[in-house]
């Protein structure tokens, strides 16, 4: 079922993060889902709903600002802190509450995409105990019980709800006003800072083209067309190119600094153990480092599995369209009667009869059916092997990422 169906539904208050399910599922399942949600994860509010029109339920999860805040403390969320306790950002601390801007006003202190973020690290650390099931799926101790549930088929769908009132204000500030200069706050609050420095690159990378592009119009209009004014232009161009360039990396780098502070990125700590996906699968074990029980996967089987599989599926797969690229222009060659003859060399004299090749060669005019079909094929062959490659690539992906 898609996004838009859902969107056409009568609203549910305070709703930030949807799942959905498919058709066929049944009401164990369900039941089974939401009894683990409610007593795994206390901290969430899941409202049941059912799509009457393509019957299929859906939970709308929320959280309240309590829990909301003990999320944040456990997730470390950097958040800005007020001016008499010394500004700056800094990781949340539910002891030390107090200190962050708008603690007080539960509407403006988290923005969608932080309670999304919240609630997802929640679903996503939803861990089975020792001999859990659900039909014919068996779960290890301790594995992440949505993201398989979600690489099953059982769960349909996790995706975050957009604000509409947000959208509209971000589509006349952002998208409808070309000349103006793009809300990088709003952007960072409402999609995250990763979204927010791309289209601050953006920006600034199409505005710092202004100046070669103008710089290489008047080298263009006042070149003369003899041959030394145009190497001498080359080389003047040249030159302004490579002092634009360190300019502009020079420049980005303080700028990026700035956004980088001006939104918490700047002087984030680095973990020092890093917390596995839940997504990732592999053996039990004690950990040598941690002492605790942990998903292991060997590096030589990982190693084994890209030199006798990756590495001869992309071989096979580059092998291919080099082969078929290589029929294509021999199509090519064949279907112009042009290239054809000079491919085709002299006639034999030693013969009466034309060969079917020179007989094809004779007829005048091709039809023009005939002159487009290689790229019409090669079109296509292109096609079709985006798509084998895509589903090759994810497979590839997913067995070599455990």
């Not at 997730?75 to 950002?89: N, S, Y």
């Not at 019980?145 to 604000?163: C, S």
């Not at 084998?388 to 994810?394: C, D, E, G, L, S």
Request: aromatic residues 12%; neutral net charge.
């Amino acid at each position: 079922m898609s996004h838009k169906a859902w969107m056409k539904t009568v609203p549910t208050e305070n709703c930030d993060v949807l799942m959905t399910f498919p058709d066929t599922t049944d009401d164990h399942t369900l039941l089974w889902l939401l009894n683990h949600i409610r007593l795994g994860i206390p901290e969430l509010i899941v409202q049941v709903r059912h799509h009457k029109h393509t019957r299929v339920y859906a939970f709308f999860v929320t959280a309240t600002y309590e829990s909301l805040l003990r999320g944040a403390d456990e997730i470390g969320l950097r958040k800005p802190v007020k001016a008499e306790f010394g500004g700056g950002m800094r990781s949340f601390s539910c002891e030390e509450d107090y200190i962050y801007e708008n603690i007080e006003n539960e509407l403006y202190f988290f923005t969608s995409q932080e309670r999304q973020n919240i609630i997802r690290y929640w679903l996503e650390n939803l861990r089975a105990k020792q001999g859990e099931s659900l039909h014919n799926i068996h779960f290890l101790e301790g594995q992440p019980i949505i993201p398989e549930l979600a690489a099953r088929g059982v769960i349909q769908q996790v995706f975050p709800l957009h604000e509409q009132r947000i959208l509209k204000r971000l589509m006349k500030s952002w998208v409808q006003a070309v000349c103006e200069a793009q809300p990088l706050d709003e952007i960072c609050d409402y999609f995250g800072v990763k979204i927010a420095m791309y289209f601050a690159w953006l920006g600034f990378y199409t505005s710092a083209m202004v100046y070669p592009a103008v710089f290489g119009s008047i080298l263009y209009t006042f070149t003369e067309s003899d041959q030394t004014s145009q190497d001498i232009c080359c080389v003047v161009f040249a030159i302004f190119n490579v002092i634009w360039s360190t300019l502009f990396l020079e420049e980005w780098k303080r700028r990026g600094a700035e956004f980088a502070y001006k939104w918490g990125t700047l002087d984030t700590p680095a973990e020092s153990i890093e917390e596995p996906r839940p997504q990732f699968r592999g053996i039990k074990r004690i950990s040598p480092v941690t002492s605790a029980e942990e998903f292991y996967y060997p590096p030589w089987k990982r190693l084994l599995f890209q030199c006798l599989v990756s590495l001869p599926v992309c071989l096979a797969c580059l092998s291919f369209v080099f082969l078929l690229m290589l029929g294509c222009f021999q199509l090519q060659v064949g279907a112009h009667p042009a290239r054809a003859r000079r491919a085709a060399g002299p006639p034999p004299r030693d013969t009466d009869s034309p060969s079917p090749q020179e007989f094809v060669l004779s007829i005048q005019e091709l039809p023009r059916i005939i002159r487009f079909l290689p790229k019409i094929v090669l079109a296509v062959i292109v096609t079709a092997c985006d798509e084998v490659y895509k589903k090759i690539a994810y497979w590839l992906n997913d067995m070599g990422a455990r």
